[in-house]
Protein backbone atom coordinates (compact mmCIF):
# COMPACT_ATOMS: atom_id res chain seq x y z
CA UNK A 1 0.00 0.00 0.00
CA UNK A 2 1.15 3.57 -0.32
CA UNK A 3 3.01 5.37 2.27
CA UNK A 4 1.47 8.85 1.79
CA UNK A 5 -2.40 9.55 0.34
CA UNK A 6 -3.04 13.42 -0.64
CA UNK A 7 -6.06 15.20 -0.40
CA UNK A 8 -7.63 16.48 -2.01
CA UNK A 9 -7.64 14.29 -5.21
CA UNK A 10 -8.21 17.12 -7.56
CA UNK A 11 -8.36 20.55 -7.08
CA UNK A 12 -9.12 23.75 -9.42
CA UNK A 13 -8.55 26.91 -9.00
CA UNK A 14 -8.53 30.80 -10.72
CA UNK A 15 -4.85 32.43 -11.16
CA UNK A 16 -3.50 34.25 -8.06
CA UNK A 17 -5.75 32.16 -5.53
CA UNK A 18 -3.56 29.68 -2.71
CA UNK A 19 -3.82 26.26 -3.43
CA UNK A 20 -3.27 24.00 -0.53
CA UNK A 21 -2.85 20.41 -0.80
CA UNK A 22 -2.15 17.89 1.91
CA UNK A 23 -0.25 14.67 2.47
CA UNK A 24 -0.47 12.29 5.14
CA UNK A 25 1.62 9.31 6.11
CA UNK A 26 1.47 5.91 8.32
CA UNK A 27 5.13 5.28 9.62
CA UNK A 28 7.91 7.49 10.75
CA UNK A 29 10.23 9.38 8.20
CA UNK A 30 13.68 11.12 8.24
CA UNK A 31 11.85 13.60 5.37
CA UNK A 32 9.08 14.40 3.17
CA UNK A 33 9.49 15.31 -0.01
CA UNK A 34 7.59 17.56 -2.66
CA UNK A 35 7.55 16.86 -5.94
CA UNK A 36 5.95 17.88 -9.58
CA UNK A 37 4.76 15.96 -12.47
CA UNK A 38 3.41 17.83 -15.77
CA UNK A 39 2.02 15.61 -18.74
CA UNK A 40 2.53 12.37 -16.75
CA UNK A 41 6.04 11.88 -17.58
CA UNK A 42 9.29 13.16 -15.33
CA UNK A 43 8.30 14.19 -11.88
CA UNK A 44 10.49 17.36 -10.77
CA UNK A 45 12.00 17.77 -6.99
CA UNK A 46 10.06 20.70 -5.38
CA UNK A 47 10.99 20.73 -2.00
CA UNK A 48 12.35 18.61 0.77
CA UNK A 49 11.48 19.19 4.88
CA UNK A 50 13.30 17.19 7.16
CA UNK A 51 11.40 15.08 10.62
CA UNK A 52 12.97 18.09 12.83
CA UNK A 53 11.63 20.73 11.10
CA UNK A 54 8.22 22.21 11.30
CA UNK A 55 7.99 24.67 7.95
CA UNK A 56 10.12 25.48 5.39
CA UNK A 57 9.90 27.96 2.13
CA UNK A 58 10.76 28.12 -1.36
CA UNK A 59 9.77 30.59 -3.87
CA UNK A 60 5.90 30.75 -3.60
CA UNK A 61 5.74 27.57 -1.64
CA UNK A 62 5.62 26.38 1.89
CA UNK A 63 5.44 23.17 3.25
CA UNK A 64 4.16 22.49 6.85
CA UNK A 65 5.26 19.08 8.69
CA UNK A 66 3.60 17.79 11.45
CA UNK A 67 5.16 14.58 13.08
CA UNK A 68 2.72 13.84 15.51
CA UNK A 69 -0.25 13.78 13.44
CA UNK A 70 1.98 12.54 10.19
CA UNK A 71 0.92 14.86 8.09
CA UNK A 72 2.31 17.75 5.93
CA UNK A 73 0.87 20.47 3.53
CA UNK A 74 2.07 22.54 0.26
CA UNK A 75 0.69 25.61 -0.07
CA UNK A 76 1.32 27.57 -3.64
CA UNK A 77 0.59 31.39 -3.13
CA UNK A 78 -0.57 33.41 -5.91
CA UNK A 79 -1.38 30.61 -8.14
CA UNK A 80 -0.34 30.69 -11.78
CA UNK A 81 -2.05 28.92 -14.97
CA UNK A 82 1.62 26.91 -15.55
CA UNK A 83 1.07 25.80 -11.97
CA UNK A 84 -1.13 23.26 -13.48
CA UNK A 85 -0.01 19.86 -12.71
CA UNK A 86 -0.23 16.92 -10.56
CA UNK A 87 1.70 17.04 -7.41
CA UNK A 88 2.96 14.52 -5.13
CA UNK A 89 4.11 13.84 -1.96
CA UNK A 90 6.64 11.22 -0.74
CA UNK A 91 8.42 9.73 2.32
CA UNK A 92 11.21 7.21 3.44
CA UNK A 93 9.92 5.38 5.93
CA UNK A 94 12.77 6.16 8.99
CA UNK A 95 14.76 3.58 6.90
CA UNK A 96 17.05 5.71 4.46
CA UNK A 97 16.69 4.92 0.75
CA UNK A 98 13.47 4.09 -0.89
CA UNK A 99 10.92 6.84 -1.44
CA UNK A 100 7.29 5.86 -1.32
CA UNK A 101 5.15 8.25 -3.55
CA UNK A 102 1.50 9.16 -2.45
CA UNK A 103 -1.38 9.10 -5.03
CA UNK A 104 -1.01 12.83 -5.98
CA UNK A 105 -3.17 16.08 -6.06
CA UNK A 106 -4.26 17.26 -9.94
CA UNK A 107 -3.96 20.80 -9.24
CA UNK A 108 -5.78 23.58 -12.55
CA UNK A 109 -5.45 26.76 -12.24
CA UNK A 110 -7.81 28.51 -14.82
CA UNK A 111 -6.45 31.73 -15.96
CA UNK B 1 25.47 12.62 -17.81
CA UNK B 2 23.86 16.00 -17.90
CA UNK B 3 20.44 13.65 -16.45
CA UNK B 4 18.37 10.50 -16.18
CA UNK B 5 17.98 9.15 -19.57
CA UNK B 6 15.48 6.28 -20.40
CA UNK B 7 14.67 4.63 -23.31
CA UNK B 8 13.05 3.78 -25.46
CA UNK B 9 10.35 6.50 -24.56
CA UNK B 10 7.75 4.49 -26.10
CA UNK B 11 7.24 0.65 -26.42
CA UNK B 12 4.41 -1.08 -27.84
CA UNK B 13 4.35 -4.87 -27.46
CA UNK B 14 1.86 -7.89 -28.50
CA UNK B 15 0.86 -9.71 -25.27
CA UNK B 16 3.28 -12.54 -23.87
CA UNK B 17 6.63 -10.88 -25.54
CA UNK B 18 9.49 -9.94 -23.12
CA UNK B 19 10.59 -6.47 -22.91
CA UNK B 20 13.61 -4.47 -21.39
CA UNK B 21 13.59 -0.56 -20.47
CA UNK B 22 16.78 0.87 -19.90
CA UNK B 23 17.83 3.68 -17.61
CA UNK B 24 20.92 5.38 -17.69
CA UNK B 25 21.04 7.53 -14.38
CA UNK B 26 23.21 10.32 -13.46
CA UNK B 27 26.83 10.22 -13.51
CA UNK B 28 28.02 9.29 -9.62
CA UNK B 29 24.41 8.70 -8.27
CA UNK B 30 24.47 5.60 -6.15
CA UNK B 31 20.97 5.39 -5.99
CA UNK B 32 18.76 4.43 -8.58
CA UNK B 33 15.05 3.36 -8.81
CA UNK B 34 12.18 1.89 -10.60
CA UNK B 35 8.43 3.22 -10.43
CA UNK B 36 5.76 1.81 -12.54
CA UNK B 37 2.50 4.66 -12.78
CA UNK B 38 -0.26 3.47 -14.32
CA UNK B 39 -2.95 6.16 -16.49
CA UNK B 40 -4.08 8.80 -13.66
CA UNK B 41 -2.87 6.80 -10.94
CA UNK B 42 0.39 7.71 -8.18
CA UNK B 43 3.46 5.99 -8.25
CA UNK B 44 4.33 2.70 -7.47
CA UNK B 45 7.57 1.50 -5.85
CA UNK B 46 9.06 -1.75 -8.15
CA UNK B 47 12.57 -1.89 -6.85
CA UNK B 48 15.85 -0.06 -5.21
CA UNK B 49 19.17 -0.15 -6.11
CA UNK B 50 21.93 1.30 -3.51
CA UNK B 51 25.61 1.10 -4.04
CA UNK B 52 26.51 -2.31 -3.65
CA UNK B 53 23.81 -3.36 -1.20
CA UNK B 54 21.46 -5.85 -2.22
CA UNK B 55 18.40 -4.33 -4.28
CA UNK B 56 15.38 -3.76 -2.67
CA UNK B 57 12.92 -5.88 -4.87
CA UNK B 58 9.74 -5.87 -2.64
CA UNK B 59 8.17 -3.73 -4.86
CA UNK B 60 8.10 -6.18 -7.67
CA UNK B 61 4.67 -7.09 -8.56
CA UNK B 62 5.59 -10.43 -9.95
CA UNK B 63 8.06 -13.03 -11.03
CA UNK B 64 7.69 -11.86 -14.68
CA UNK B 65 9.48 -8.63 -13.26
CA UNK B 66 13.46 -8.58 -12.98
CA UNK B 67 16.12 -5.60 -12.43
CA UNK B 68 19.52 -5.70 -12.91
CA UNK B 69 22.06 -2.29 -12.11
CA UNK B 70 26.17 -2.68 -13.37
CA UNK B 71 28.10 -1.20 -10.75
CA UNK B 72 26.71 2.31 -10.62
CA UNK B 73 25.81 2.85 -13.93
CA UNK B 74 22.90 2.01 -16.26
CA UNK B 75 20.01 -0.27 -14.96
CA UNK B 76 17.78 -2.35 -16.66
CA UNK B 77 13.86 -3.67 -16.16
CA UNK B 78 12.75 -6.49 -17.36
CA UNK B 79 9.15 -7.97 -18.14
CA UNK B 80 8.86 -11.54 -19.11
CA UNK B 81 5.40 -12.57 -20.67
CA UNK B 82 3.81 -8.53 -20.94
CA UNK B 83 0.06 -8.80 -19.99
CA UNK B 84 -2.27 -5.87 -20.71
CA UNK B 85 -1.94 -4.97 -17.25
CA UNK B 86 1.61 -4.23 -17.19
CA UNK B 87 0.66 -1.17 -19.37
CA UNK B 88 1.99 1.75 -17.71
CA UNK B 89 4.96 4.65 -18.01
CA UNK B 90 7.98 3.06 -16.05
CA UNK B 91 9.88 5.74 -14.62
CA UNK B 92 13.29 5.93 -13.34
CA UNK B 93 14.63 8.63 -11.32
CA UNK B 94 18.36 8.21 -9.49
CA UNK B 95 19.92 10.29 -6.71
CA UNK B 96 23.31 10.59 -4.70
CA UNK B 97 22.09 9.02 -1.76
CA UNK B 98 23.67 10.26 1.75
CA UNK B 99 24.41 13.32 0.14
CA UNK B 100 21.42 14.67 -1.29
CA UNK B 101 18.05 12.82 -1.34
CA UNK B 102 15.89 14.35 -3.77
CA UNK B 103 15.61 11.86 -6.52
CA UNK B 104 16.06 13.17 -10.16
CA UNK B 105 13.70 11.54 -12.80
CA UNK B 106 13.94 10.59 -16.39
CA UNK B 107 11.05 10.73 -18.63
CA UNK B 108 10.03 7.43 -18.97
CA UNK B 109 9.00 4.61 -20.81
CA UNK B 110 5.47 4.56 -22.24
CA UNK B 111 4.59 1.05 -22.27
CA UNK B 112 1.40 -0.42 -24.09
CA UNK B 113 0.81 -4.16 -24.31
CA UNK B 114 -1.84 -5.02 -27.09
Known amino acids: SQQGEEDPQALSIQEGENATMNCSYKTSINNLQWYRQNSGRGLVHLILIRSNEREKHSGRLRVTLDTSKKSSSLLITASRAADTASYFC???????????FGQGTELSVKP | GAGVSQSPSNKVTEKGKDVELRCDPISGHTALYWYRQRLGQGLEFLIYFQGNSAPDKSGLPSDRFSAERTGESVSTLTIQRTQQEDSAVYLC????????????FGSGTQLSVL
Open chain 2, 93 to 104: ASSLFGVDEKLF
Open chain 1, 90 to 100: ATDRNQGGKLI
